[in-house]
């Protein structure tokens, strides 16, 4: 396996106070990562780092060797929030947004392709010409998942994307990004509070404690109680 | 249904009452007058300052209504806020066309009225569709002697009517001098005089010329209720006009003297401007005929007067048909 | 009742409280003793807009006059688009914005006649400096609060995407507050039509036939009521008809349909 993501020596600073300090990590070609740890422990704005969306204090980011400076095509974020999907299109319009600006061409077949893949795997056809208002909060995260993945980006940022939602939707969520990623093989690096949500999804977990990498975990057996009390216990200070 | 009847007869009484509200009329002896002022009206002012209308009939209730041109008057009187109204003969005989019921109950004033141009333009025929000129309002005395000049010299009394702009005197004083599109000015004493002794502009037409003679500039109207019911009244104010006007061509200094509490000009200035040569005060009226035959052959008007009884109250003797 | 209540739910309850005000307006004038100076019936209404339309200009006064809307709510929508994004993407400009508004918004075009009159003059290009005056100040504030709505991810979801700073305002920006824009264009139309009538009244034809406003203020110093009257129903016509079929019809385009009303 090869690396996509390779941080070295990072630090990032809030009003002179280290956030993030001497961090080091790499992410393979087509891991799912789930960064957890405490509230305020600087995992959104790892995820955000990465994405490019803030300068770093220190240290380098890497995205397959490239330096990430800003926020770029191959690293695709989807958001906690509902208002991500724009108001004034369909689900269908939604996910051909990135494809019909891009600057990178797409043809008129290809968008028409690409749409439909990508509503088919989140499930979504029936609705794909309902606008956001008239969409349950799982479907607009269905519709924001779809839509950054019709790219073909090499890394999906998630940043608590069923944070909102009731569990019942969120489990049913997870099983479409399960089925999604073993289809597609993207990168997936995935912050949560969740500890179970982490358990059920990620193959490599990693706890980030006082500003730092504290453990990295090989989840290698989904849903274990085990790992869960072992994480319960690095977690309580 | 019964909302329906409830609401409808709210609706109707509001109407009623809007409707009665003014017919409270006691019958004590009542004068409302408008209060206009430049030397004009110099007059009126002296009516007002000696308490003339007062004196000639004792115990008359005064009301000073403060009124800006002859179109806020002449609506006034039509909807009964007011008796008596000065203004020149062409917005009376609009008002009187109109079916107002309303007669001049005496002459005013004369007073010097011209075109006011940039020195460039010489005469009539130099203004250009890309020159403006400024005038209270059409339908003013100052936009039918512009007609009238220009049926003279283009046989065109609307030649001139789409390159009017509408200013008050004082307005279009200071948009003429500011130099910018306004290239000429109808208007009177004292902002006439105040243009002409400003270098780059003169005088290319004066209001005589246009005419053709002379003419009274401001006459004073009431309404047939104050003539009617109100004979006391109306010939008080008569009386007290002629009065004034009187006072004034006797006593100039004095009547000066009094203005300066009314007008933002020196003593001095008034009395040039009282005793000008062109300044006439007199309760003669002049020029009625002309401008209704005028008017009614340039369609201002929709009929001209055949006889003076149907403009000017019983004392025709006063007035030169 | 139900009845009638269904009615005045209806889209077209407007038409019917017209017709209800045009038979109240007709028994006043007939049933009681009023002169028709002063409340004309809706047949001299009638015949003094018949006869405008037929002899005279009235439609084209009307469309000199829209004509000058638009074009002032045109230059007012560019000028109040800079204004607003300038002052969204700096905080200086910002403040010299929001010190413009509380100078110049209170005041009405018509109280700055004399001194535009002095600049300006009294031509055409006087009447669009009062309707963009007028127009400019509401819409800047519509035109801010509108972006200032806009979810920061949006900024991100275009900056993820590498789109140009163009492409950020005109693909999401100006649709993402489009409900904004809508409405301080409601209200500008609206503020138009009142400056345009009043500086009209005030600075007549200039060089032309003049705008609806001259029209009503010729037939206000010429005493025809009627006419006046002529006059007022072209400008609820056009207003209506702006709203009806203008409005209504982006607004169910648009935020209706976006559920964003």
Redesign the interface.
Known sequence: MSETIRITNLSKLYDGRAILKDIDLTIETGEFMCIIGPSGCGKSTLLNLIGGFIERDSGSITLQGQPVLRPNQECIMVFQEFDQLFPWKTVKGNVEFPLRNNPHRYSKERIEELSETYLDMVKLKDFKDFYPHQLSGGMKQRTAIARALVTTPKVLLMDEPFGSLDIQTKSELHQTLLEIWKRTRTTIVFVTHDVREALHLADQIIILKDGGVYQRIENNIKDSEETMKKIMGFLSP | ?K??GIILSL?CLV?VSG?TAQESDSHEKVIRIAEQYGIAYAPVQIIKDQGLLEKNCPGVQVTWEQMSNS?VI?EAM??DKLDVGFMAIP?FL??W????DWKIATGLSSVPTGLVAKDEIQSLQDIK??D?I?LP????VQHILLAMACQKEFNDPQKM???????SHP?GM??LL?G???TAHFTSTPYLETELATAGYHEILTGKEAFGGDFSFIVGVTTKKLHDESPEVYEAFKESVAEAIQFINDHPEEAAEILTKYYDYSKEDIFTYLTAEDTEYSPTVKGIRKFSDFMNETN?LKKSTTDIGEVVWENTADAEY | ?QN?KAIFNKSYSKYIWIVIILI?WEA?AKL?P?????FPSLELIGAALLNSILTGDILFQMLFSLGLIFVGLIIGVVLSFVMSSLSVISPVFESFVDTCISIFDPLPGIAL??LI???????TKAILFIIVHSVLWPMILNMTAGFKSIPTIYKKIGQNYEFSSAKIIFKIYIPASLPYLIAGLKIGWARAWRATISAE??????????GIGWYI??R??????PGIFAGLVMIVFAGILVEDFFFVKIEEKTVKKWGLS
Do not use: E, H, K
Request: with cysteine; proline share 5%.
């Open positions: 249904m909302r329906l609706l109407l409707c179109t002449r039509v909807s917005p609009i008002g066309d109109n079916g107002m569709s890309s403006r400024a309002q059409p339908g003013s009517d789409n390159i009017l702009v509408t200013l307005d200071n948009a500011a910018n599109d306004i201002y | 009742m009638i109240v006043v009681t009023v002169s028709p100076l002063v006649l004399p009159i002095l600049w300006i003059g009294t031509g009244m005030i600075f007549g034809a200039s060089g032309g036939i003049g203020f010729n206000r110093v010429f005493m025809d009521t």
